[in-house]
């Protein structure tokens, strides 16, 4: 039985999505690439309001944080971490012998735009990472004041890790001021996993292209080259059946409107904690509340274990609290192709179980 994910993805994908990635292959050298590469990348930019290149990814996004923070830093990184994403940016600086300091803040809690500027102040860094929604405790970051912080030094290069947020979240990538903003496809954008993309802007580029050790396959400027130079093309063999699905999936996202599909998303998010507040309490900072996911306090104790196994024979599923917080919280996603009426049939589902 099919089941229904309402965890932070992967999450179900529409049967007319999932029937492109079963068409016929195509050269990844031709004028029908680079057409279907363009298609693509136009409507990305619609999605996240930028003119600045859209690069793909043939690998999941963590690829992607791994190159950002690989291709954007000379002098020295600064992520802002408030959970488990944030941790594995600088994971990923320490590993890849990048210079990096990690700025953490207690879980549940969002990083204020303060912080960032007392960090900035220092004049040790050349880039920022900020996780705009933070998966393992359901804050949404305020990426927008941070952006103002982060124009205010010339030097910066600001990335953002819009994973679990990209196309449910309005995310206004040139107004900000983002640099990179990188996004997997298995989450609110609701294909299958595989396939990653992100905007790269032109002080990005010019970053990038004084760091000697970028590394090959995440190397985001050899990635931008093959767009400008190549028209359109990618270095090495993308994951084709992924692009004819995104093409397709974000003609239908562009149909649906992006301010329709982004209110649904708030209206999910509404329904499901106010759902919360009524029998449980929201785990995270209520004024930074992401409308993706909601991650919700155990304060009835009760076995998240059992109950996701009971769903389990209903046919739906959701997530366990994220490392630490597993049993203390538990987290229901409401993004991608989800309406209102699939979220209530979950909750009615999930009453049901607990005798509500
Ligand atoms: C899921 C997630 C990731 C990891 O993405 P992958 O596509 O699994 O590599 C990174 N950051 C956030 C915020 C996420 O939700």
Known sequence: MSKKLFVPGPIDVSEDVLAQMARQVISHRGIEVSTLQEEITEKLQQLLFTKNNILLSTSSGSGLMEGSMRCCTLKRAAVLSCGSFGDRWYKMGVLNGVPVDLFKVELGKAIEPEMVDKVLATNKYDTVMVTHNETSTGICNPIAEI???????????????????????????????????????????????????????EKAKKRAEKIPNRGVYFDLLAINEYIENKNFQYPSTPSLSHM?????????????????????????????????????????????????LTVIENTQGISVSNLN?????????????????????????????????DVNELLTNINDILGY
Not at 160 to 176: C, F, Q, T
Not at 266 to 275: K, L
Request: with cysteine; net charge neutral.
């Open 244 to 292: 004819f699905a995104l093409n397709f999936q974000l003609e239908k996202i562009l149909k649906e409107g992006l301010d329709v599909r982004f209110n649904r998303h708030e209206d999910m998010a509404r329904v499901v904690r106010s759902w919360a507040m009524e029998h449980f309490q929201i785990f995270t900072d209520v004024n930074y509340l992401s409308n993706t």
């Open 309 to 341: 196994k009971k769903l389990q024979q209903r046919g739906f599923l959701i997530a366990n609290g994220y490392g630490d917080l597993k049993e203390k919280t538990f987290r229901i996603s409401h993004m991608g192709d989800y309406t209102v009426q």
């Open 147 to 201: 952006g103002e912080v982060t124009q205010k030094y010339e030097d910066i290069v600001y990335c953002v890790d819009a994973v679990s947020s990209a196309g449910g979240m309005k995310i206004e990538v040139d107004k900000i001021g983002i640099d990179v903003c990188l996004t997997s496809v298995q989450k609110a954008l609701g294909l299958p996993p595989g396939l990653s993309l992100c905007t790269f802007s």
